[in-house]
Structure formats: structure tokens, C-alpha cells
């Protein structure tokens, strides 16, 4: 399976909105399957951007989130525009990179600290 960036990107934003600081957060997306998202939970869970668990048994493979971390705040909070998103994904693709979680933060940060210094 593919990790799809934008999908791994609103689980995040669905984890933020979550309110109770306790117990699985049940997290669905009419595009995408179960094992989609519980795929991506995984992933997320081992970048250390939310706090999840396996609970896969005989019924099938399943993950669920619980919380965001302190690293996932901070990445969410520079993934939070869609422009600075598609802007970022755009120039890591046409300069022929993979869109990896760390690529992306720094080049979300690069953004961000661009816009902030122009506007001194």
C-alpha cells in the first residue's frame, strides 16, 4: 500500500479535533477503506506524530489513534494552510523528491519562515 500524504494530513486534522483526552478515536473517509486509514494511522504512529495502537486480530488489521504528539502539533501546524500545503508538495515533486514527512515539514518550515521574514 501507498502512503497518501493528504490522507495521512486529515487524519491529523481529525486527531486535533477529537476533544476527549482519552480512548480511540474512530476516524473515517468515505474515499478510503478501514485498512487505508488504519495503514496510515500505523505510519503516522511511527513517524511519532500521534499516539496510536495495533488492535489487529482474527477480524482483520485495524489501528487507532488516541492522540497527537508535541511533533505532531508542530507539523500540523505547518501543514494547517491548503496553500502553503499544495505549495510544498508542488516543489518537492518538481524538483524530483519524494514527499517524506521530514521533506515536507522543512520545506512547510522554509515556507512559513519565508513569508514571516518578507513581511519585516
Do not use: C
Not at 13 to 39: A, H, L, T, V
Not at 72 to 77: D, K, N, P, R, V
Amino acid at each position: 500500500m501507498k502512503i497518501d500524504m493528504d490522507l495521512a494530513r486529515n487524519i491529523l486534522f481529525k486527531i486535533e479535533d477529537y476533544q476527549e483526552p482519552n480512548g480511540w478515536i474512530d476516524i473515517k473517509f468515505e474515499d478510503y477503506s478501514n485498512e487505508e486509514i488504519s495503514y496510515h494511522i500505523k505510519l503516522l504512529s511511527q513517524a511519532g506524530l500521534i499516539e496510536a495502537e495495533d488492535l489487529t486480530d482474527s477480524s482483520g488489521f485495524e489501528w487507532k489513534a488516541k492522540s497527537l504528539t508535541w511533533k505532531g502539533h508542530e507539523f500540523l501546524e505547518a501543514a494547517r494552510s491548503n496553500t502553503r500545503w499544495n505549495d510544498a508538495k508542488k516543489f518537492i515533486l518538481e524538483k524530483g523528491g519524494s514527499l517524506t514527512f521530514d521533506i515536507l515539514k522543512t520545506v512547510l518550515t522554509e515556507i512559513i519562515k519565508g513569508s514571516l521574514f518578507s513581511k519585516m
